[in-house]
């Protein structure tokens, strides 16, 4: 019997069945060995290990832990008033405040789900307060979410540069600058445009210039993780690795002695958090391992590769089928299974075309992030729903005018490279 069909059969079936997306990765994967390999079973632990044996990955754990207490710290409601104060006095300003402090939040978190839990149910509670349909402000979150893992740090960029050789970590992290701000301005256009049919109104209250002084620099320890990360990086001074754990005691020194709202207390439970979210995080990269494995050795990659080649495809033509088979795998699959299955078979093909490694790296991590807000599977669309109290079906009505300016953002990225290439290049980085 054929090891792949049998591979992504099953996995199909476990999905559909509404099995947690690790499980259904290793359960696919036992299920290929049992019925069509000569493999002992011991492999698939074997690879699952070896998914999570990295060294790079030693990155993940500690900027979880980072965000985890910069949001211990208050930094949530530090970076929502700075938002608001520029922004929430104008017709819809409390969704253009979702906006930007949801992208000041993703330059710590690195995910979208964090943003969403976090900062995003509290500006859905604001929005409804004040008069904004509710569906609407899960809508604006969920689609704004999105950039959490295009800022840096981002957890996918890690797990991409492990797949590709050709990128690294600080490169993909300097790249996702200029998408996640195409990302933030598409939806605060969409913003406007709702706004003004709907006639939301901004607040009536304008913060004086010394007000906005006060805010700014009380915010400003918060901006400047992001800044202190890729500087440091771009330096010399630490390695991506290096730099998550000088984010976390960063973190710490901005909870605990600048914002002062960090109590010894709350250590346990913040700890607790991220030993949970790094746990599920590698689990996914661990099975995602054994499953790309599988396919590997049955020579997947290898026929799918030969296949495209013979296909004879322009690059124009190479990005528009990259970008089908990817929302539609995204559809059904996490980002970072996506990243650690799709990669090692599609950039080779995109190297031999031509196409620039980080260029095809944003396309490759925007598309699959994509994902996190299409049904069926879309986790984001879930925690958003969950924590709005907004049935599905009302959530994703009013996220359709966002998924339009996602696309149109997408073909932009995949047709102008220098929106993902300039700033690498400007930066120093290869």
């Not at 797990?159 to 939806?187: C, H, K, T």
């Not at 960063?250 to 709350?266: D, F, I, M, Q, S």
């Not at 650690?340 to 196409?355: D, E, R």
Request: glycine share 8%.
């Amino acid at each position: 019997m054929n090891l792949s069909l049998i591979l992504l059969a099953s996995v199909c079936i476990y999905l559909a069945i509404g099995m947690p997306v690790a499980f259904a990765l290793g359960l696919s994967t036992l299920t290929a060995l049992l019925l069509a390999a000569d493999f002992p079973l011991f492999v698939l632990l074997k690879q699952t290990y070896e998914g999570v044996d990295s060294f790079p990955l030693m990155a993940v754990p500690f900027f979880i832990l980072a965000a985890e207490l910069m949001s211990g710290g208050s930094l949530t409601e530090v970076l929502l008033k700075f938002a608001s104060q520029f922004v929430g006095h104008k017709r819809g300003g409390l969704g253009y405040t979702n906006v930007v402090s949801l992208t000041f939040f993703s330059g710590i978190s690195g995910s979208a789900l964090a943003d969403a839990a976090g900062p995003g149910s509290m500006m859905i509670r604001m929005m409804d307060k004040a008069g904004y349909d509710r569906a609407y402000a899960a809508a604006l979150t969920a689609a704004t979410a999105i950039v959490g893992p295009i800022i840096p740090p981002s957890i996918i960029m890690i797990i991409y540069a492990l797949q590709d050789e050709n990128v690294s970590v600080g490169a993909l992290f300097v790249a996702g600058f200029v998408p996640g701000i195409l990302i933030a301005v598409g939806m605060a256009a969409v913003n406007w445009w709702v706004s003004n049919q709907r006639h939301y109104r901004g607040a009536d209250d304008v913060a004086s210039w010394q007000d906005k002084l006060l805010i700014s620099w009380k915010a400003l320890p918060a901006l400047l993780l992001p800044v202190l990360i890729l500087g440091g990086m771009r330096a010399g001074w630490f390695t991506p690795t290096e730099a998550s754990v000088v984010a976390v005691f960063y973190a710490l020194v901005c909870g605990k002695w600048v914002y002062r709202t960090l109590a010894w207390e709350a250590l346990p439970d913040i700890l607790a958090r991220s030993a949970l979210l790094t746990a599920s995080v590698l689990i996914i990269i661990g099975t995602s391992n054994a499953f790309a494995w599988v396919l590997t050795i049955d020579g997947l990659p290898i026929k799918l590769a030969e296949w495209m080649a013979a296909q004879q495809f322009s690059v124009v033509g190479f990005l528009i089928a990259v970008n089908l088979l990817l929302l539609v795998f995204g559809i059904f699959i996490e980002p970072l299974p996506g990243v650690m299955v799709l990669v090692p078979i599609l950039a080779p093909v995109a190297a031999k075309l031509g196409v620039d490694p980080i260029h095809f790296a944003m396309v490759v991590i925007y598309n699959l992030t994509l994902g996190m807000i299409t049904p069926p599977v879309g986790g984001l669309l879930f925690v958003t729903s969950n924590v709005s109290k907004v049935p599905l079906a009302a959530l994703t009505r009013e996220l359709k005018p966002f998924l339009w300016a996602h696309a149109a953002i997408l073909m932009l990225l995949t047709f102008v490279p220098a929106l993902s290439t300039w700033a690498p290049r400007a930066f120093g980085f290869k």
